[in-house]
């Protein structure tokens, strides 16, 4: 998973190295380990690599700009990178799956191939990488490229500043955060070009599927963006009414998984009429415990996040939602937490999401299969390892008629699933 984020200002006095950390900022929770950055100033291009913080950005003159945040687990290296050749400087950063090509190779063929047209020819070049997600081009003409897959299981959103400003972003914050208008999201196989004369929207010219991945609306996103026309908080909130329909125990109260799960258990809470509390506290800065690869770091990321307010729980029978369940060891050690340290009653586990049963086909998860909790053991088993009172996931249809009704096209290929249409981009 990768957080990027292009800015385009059309008047020279600006630098765009403040608005690149600002919005990069309001994505760290898509990655947050690596950073690297290009901008131009009117004659070349210039990079910076580094950790999230504000001074690589100050070291970075120019009005037109990319950045990338990456998390632990990818090669910073594979996804960012640039090339030089006849007089053409060009700097790509991309979001693809592990198997997906080099951002220098792209760059290197998009240098060759531009030497004698504009960036927009370099949308064939992209277009022939089907394990490409997304990309951010520019180059030293001051040409910028911001492409969305015809896949489109990632999201790519464009928004303007007045008449001053183009931002492209991965999610909608990232632009709205330094004060742009969100636009809309780039259609799976759609780019925006960007020159100092010209703004455009192009088209890949094969077929487009446009099956946005369901974790980024389940637990990739944050909860106030806006993907593909959809409130992200509007669907997890819907998802918890479900959850609640299909529990059959008493709780004397419910509290979501810090920071994911909220929407969903006040959604749970509202049609269970459990009263919702607010049972965890994080500590430091934000952690996805569920994009760590290593045991020990998985661990530490649950524990920083999720400190219990121990009156809440203490003799209660409490409902704990979770996004989802991949390996277990979240819900294992909340479960562990709640009734061996804090004295819960009963511990209830909901799973907002169906049960993943396949590997991602996209490396969006990165779990194998005989990683994944649900596609190894049967529920009884799963209740017994996770040692709670009960567990209730979304059933798959219900799922597939909630992505419905909110008009989404997704991929569900991880809950074992076919593509959901209905009627998205």
Known sequence: MTGMVAVYSFDDVWRVGKFLYY???????????????????????????????????????GHVGIAAAYPPHVDADRLGGRASLNGVEVAVLIDSEPRGPWAEDLAREIAQSTAQGTLLSALDILERYPRLHAALVLNNRGELLAYRSPRGIRPLAIGGYGFDMVVAASESPGIEVVGAELKRDLRPGEALYVSRYSVRLARCRGAC?????????????????????????????????????????????????????????????????????????????????????????????????????????????????????????????????????????????????PPIV????????????????AANLDRETTLRYIEADSLTWIPPKAFAEAAGRFGLSLCARCFGMEKLVGGGA
Not at 31 to 56: F, Q
Not at 318 to 330: F, N
Not at 358 to 373: D, F, H, I, N, S
């Open 209 to 353: 599927t446009g099956a946005l991945c369901a974790m980024e609306l389940i637990y990739l996103a944050r909860p106030d963006s806006l993907i593909d026309g959809v409130e992200v908080y509007s669907f997890r909130r819907e998802l918890g009414r479900i959850l609640a329909k299909n529990f059959e125990h008493e709780v004397d109260c419910v509290v979501g998984v810090p920071e994911t799960a909220l929407p969903y258990a006040l959604g749970f809470s509202e049609e269970a009429g459990a009263r919702l509390e607010l049972g965890f506290v994080a500590t430091g800065a934000r952690r996805r415990s569920a994009l760590q690869l290593s045991p020990l770091e998985k661990i530490v990321a649950i524990q920083l996040k999720m400190s219990p307010v121990k009156s809440v729980f203490r003799g209660k029978r409490v409902a704990v939602i979770d996004d989802s369940l991949v390996t277990g060891s979240t819900v294992k050690t909340v479960v562990q937490i709640l009734r061996n340290q804090v004295g819960a009653k009963e511990v209830h586990v909901l799973i907002a999401s």
């Open 23 to 61: 919005s990069i900022l309001a994505l760290q929770h898509r990655g947050s380990e690596e950073v690297r950055a290009y901008t131009w100033d009117g004659g070349k291009v210039m990079g910076v690599r580094g950790e999230l913080g504000p001074r690589i950005f100050r070291e970075l003159p």
């Open 358 to 373: 396949g590997e991602c086909p996209y490396g969006v998860l990165a779990q194998k299969r005989e990683e994944l909790l």
